[in-house]
């Protein structure tokens, strides 16, 4: 007979009240960091990208009016810290618009 055991586990590998803090910070940091990065991409409409950020993934939301669009939102926040995969959600639509048009599809100073 075979007595089949679950995995060891050591206290120092409890999950504790500070471990969800921890996630919590760590989830409002790589957020609060996708945002930023969009607020100084210079493209208007990515300040309307939707982030969140569990257990690795960052998942982005919303409406772009172009792919172009869709694929910088993806590359500026792909290397943050503690992302492991985006996953793009963003729809496209050419109706989609920022405060100034032009900006929201070539970013400043572009024209």
């Not at 679950?6 to 504790?16: D, N």
């Not at 939707?50 to 669009?69: A, I, K, N, Q, W």
């Amino acid at each position: 007979m075979f007595l089949l055991q679950g995995p060891q586990v050591h206290e120092s590998q409890q999950p504790t009240a500070d471990t969800s803090v921890s996630a919590r910070g760590v989830r409002t940091a790589v957020e609060g960091a996708a945002r930023a990065r969009y607020l100084d991409s210079g493209y208007a409409i990515l300040r309307t990208v939707r982030c969140d950020f569990h257990e690795g993934v960052l998942t982005l939301r919303g409406h772009v009016p172009s792919y172009y669009l869709k694929q910088i939102a993806q590359t500026l926040v792909g290397q943050l810290d503690h992302v492991e995969l985006v996953e793009n959600r963003l729809e496209v639509d050419a109706y989609t618009t920022s405060d100034d048009p032009v900006d929201a599809y070539f970013g400043p100073g572009e024209k």
